[in-house]
């Protein structure tokens, strides 16, 4: 409301207020600068996880159920500005989940879309509709919507991954759909890699995608460290010209379309070299970085967070975020870009 409103005037709108709310009717005029906001203002906070922390935690879990009994054993990463939604920005959840030695999370398929982000071990594997892809520290791993999905070790290690779902996204448009398979594994439709080693390589099957096994639309779904980390390396010890924003920065894309991972998530990589401090940036998906490798600093609106390997760092939406290298600092980062693409309100702005 622009113009003040006299005492009269105001004392007989709270009379009519009164009366109409228990009909479910409010005034606009009251909250529209609250309900249309000029520019985001996440209810989510700047936050950083210590991989170290945490992952006490989830062993201590792992002394106390199975990954079974659990169905899936996750400690999840809530943004202190959400409390109780489960999420770690308003659309994206994460979760840190262990699987021991010998153990087996069983089938089950959901609506909502994963990626796993291998954080230590190795060996285990993710089953996405009978395939495995067996995984390395660094691996990023995707379960779309509506794909059997199963995890299991047969190594001799822990094996821990951060999960990011869209499960707060899913909840937001009331369209969960879950259920679980008749045996703890989805029987096996084709050898571990297959489809890595199809669509993973600039190239695809000469037969022709549509008459493979998997969706059309979405054939690959690992994009292991190995091929990542040295893209990576090979740009900066190109002579490329860095972004003074992003440093050297690669997405991981869907292979047929060049669009994102999935329906709703984005994901991504950058090397910082040693010394790189980038400029400050905001855009509107907030998001979660895990750094892999190197030490250094975000300054987040003007706050310092002092960046460490497997440390976990949420910037939310429309927050200014600036990373210093203090030795070569290579970040592993997922938002809803995707989502917000589709819906034409992506934003973002290079200071
Ligand atoms: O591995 O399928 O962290 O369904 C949350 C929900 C992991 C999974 C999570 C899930 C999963």
Redesign the pocket.
Known sequence: MHEVLSNDQQSQLNALYEQMEPEGLYPLWEKLSALVLPKPDSPAKVHKWSYDNARDYLMRAGDLISAKQAE?R?LILENPGLPGHSGITPSLYA?L?LILPGEI?PA?R?AQC?LRFVMEGGGAYTSVDGEKAVMQPFDLVL?PGGQW?D?GNPTETPMIWL?G?DIPTVRHFDASFAEGYSEDQFPEQAPAGDSLNRYGRNMRPLKGHTADRRPAHQPLFHYPYAEWRPALDAMAESGAEIDPHLGHALEFMNPINGGPIMATISAHVRLLPEGFESKPRRSTDGTIFVVVEGTGEAVIEGETIALKPRDIVVVPSWKSVAFKASSRLVLFGYSDKACQEKLNLYKEENA
Do not use: N
């Open positions: 899936r996750v979760g989940q999370a089950h959901h994963a379960t999905h995890h999960d779902l």
